[in-house]
């Protein structure tokens, strides 16, 4: 007789009182913690707007569209997923309502549900729980983020899909964790505990009992508080963990670890499995908060009022600086400022030892990014651009080294002379805004001897894209001819992925977003070598 297939577990994490609590760090977290105990696991987000993906979010809104390998445009949280657990996430593991609806919707049409009326219940409860399922397959344990607040109308078809499951699994199968806030009323100088039990009440009235209550606050809180949520809220006296503002992220693990939530999830769960072993994550924020040196960034970009909105960036960078032994400071500059009439970039730019140019879309900002390009390349300041940042440093060296006057890309200008950045032929006559961009991990071929290939000490890679316009065909030889050198590109040869100029101390820049792919243990090489680049010329001779 074949063997019953093992039962996966499941951890529901949702969240109370205000948003940004940090709900998908803890998800992130408790992921991290299960895996550290010889578990196979994976994250899920569950996203309550109607948008089928966020790739047509304003990013000052939504903040980052995060990329994965399939190709899918899915919510930042999974940025956070990956970099703490290492189970590649997919389009399975982020599901929006404007999904469900689309799908349940598309049934109906096809005649599939046989005349039934299509109601909430069971037809979209039963579309969410079946890609729930279809997520967990393989895996010992899947964290489930409900995204929003309860309370918010959006969130609750997932939460009453979330309820009928805890019951079909049975007791041991799943755990609630539900995350909250603890505010600090400074006049009366108290920590306050009822937002955390009217949340609880809120969930408990749509039918779910929470078994373990994570409490977001600034700074520890005495027993006295702990017991009376545990007693208020209806759960145990170890069921309460404290969530406290940390100086890194990495450290929450830790933080959580050492209060004994691994434990009481297996317990709860019924796992048996070894401790978690954390000296790679002690080791990690060793690095991030006991640097030997440190460096300052220029990252240049159009989204800068936002940090989310370049959140797996800013993590890369940190990780490059884990690989230096070094605190790389972020300076975030708005590339429309650098535009301003009597604005001497020089001078904006002459505290940094490194300038990152990052991605966006559309003409606002071009120029400005193109003026830092030119700074960095002209004083031999350390350069790394991405994606967008990759096609300004094709069009500032076609300006002004190569004297094609007006070059740029027809995104930003459809009349320029010199398209040197172009609409790529497979995206022409697209007519969709929604996924319909060049998506998820392609290969590129490396040009031996070039920084490119000394960073990753290999000459075939795969990396993640979300652009639609390249490097013009027609402009190679021209740049190549004036010393730029291609260093990256498709395996046709169709598509530049990299370039770089040799004569420059380091000057690169790529096409995809290597950032998708660094992890605080294992620090991405493109970001490892900017910022030991940042760092040489820091201690060059003035």
């Known amino acids: 007789m074949a063997a019953a297939a093992q039962q996966t577990k499941f951890v529901f994490v949702t969240g109370g009182v205000v948003s940004s609590l940090g709900k998908g760090m803890v998800s992130a977290s408790i992921g991290a913690l299960m895996e550290n105990r ?126 009928q499951l805890r019951v079909e699994l049975g007791t041991q199968n799943s755990v609630s964790v539900h995350l909250t806030l603890v505010p600090h009323i400074r006049a009366a100088g108290e920590f306050k505990t009822k937002p955390t039990q009217h949340s609880v009440q809120k969930l408990r009235e749509i039918g779910i009992q929470c078994d373990i209550l994570v409490v977001r606050c600034e700074q520890k809180l005495d027993d006295a508080a702990l017991k009376k949520m545990a007693m208020f809220c209806s759960v145990t006296g170890d069921a309460v963990f404290q969530s406290i503002d940390v100086d890194t992220v990495y450290r929450i693990p830790l933080m959580l670890c050492d209060q004994g939530l691994d434990q009481k999830l297996a317990s709860l769960l019924n796992i048996w499995s070894r401790a978690s072993r954390l000296s790679a994550w002690e080791e990690v924020v060793a690095r991030v908060t006991e640097p030997k040196k440190q460096v300052t960034v220029g990252f240049v970009g159009k989204y800068v009022q936002l940090v989310e909105a370049y959140k797996s960036l800013n993590e890369a960078l940190l990780h490059g600086g884990i690989a230096n032994d070094c605190r790389v400071q972020i300076k975030h500059i708005d590339s429309e400022e650098l535009e301003k009439p009597g604005v001497n970039v020089a001078q904006v730019l002459a505290p940094y030892d490194g300038i990152l140019v990052a991605p966006g879309f559309g003409a606002r900002g071009t120029e400005g990014k193109i003026a830092a390009v030119r700074h960095a390349r002209e004083n031999k300041v350390p350069y790394f651009g991405i994606c967008f940042g990759m096609q300004m440093a094709a069009i500032e060296f076609a300006r002004h080294v190569c004297n094609l006057e007006r070059a740029n890309s027809t995104e930003v200008d459809p009349t320029t ?48 894209h979300r652009h639609r316009w390249e490097i013009n065909n027609n402009y190679r030889d021209t740049l190549e001819r004036h010393g730029m050198v291609l260093s990256g590109l498709s395996p046709d040869s169709r598509l530049v992925e990299m370039l770089e100029i040799p004569q420059h101390p380091y000057f690169v820049a790529c096409q995809f977003h290597p950032e998708f792919k660094s992890r605080p243990s294992a620090p991405h090489p493109l970001f490892s070598r900017f910022v030991k680049a940042a760092v040489a010329h820091q201690a060059r001779p003035r």
């Open 417 to 464: 002379p010199h398209p040197v950045v172009d609409l790529m032929p497979d995206q022409r006559g697209v007519t969709d805004k929604g996924a319909t961009m060049r998506l998820g991990s392609y290969p590129c071929v490396l040009k031996p001897g070039t920084k490119a290939a000394e960073a990753y000490g290999a000459l075939e890679i795969t990396e993640r």
């Open 38 to 163: 010889g578990l196979k696991v994976a994250n899920m987000k569950l996203d309550p707007y109607i948008n089928v993906d966020p790739g047509t979010m304003n990013p000052t809104q939504h903040g980052e569209v995060f990329v994965t390998d399939d190709g899918a445009e899915t919510d930042l949280d999974l940025g956070h997923y990956e970099r703490f657990v290492s189970t590649k996430m997919s389009r399975l593991n982020n599901i929006t309502t404007g999904q469900v609806y689309s799908s349940v919707i598309g049934k109906e049409r096809r005649g599939e549900y046989l005349g039934s009326t299509v109601q909430v219940i069971p037809h979209i409860t039963d579309e969410i729980k079946a890609r729930i399922q279809r997520c967990a397959e393989g895996l010992d344990v899947l964290v489930v983020e409900v995204g929003g607040t309860v309370g918010d109308i959006e969130s609750l078809p997932f939460l009453e899909a979330v309820r």
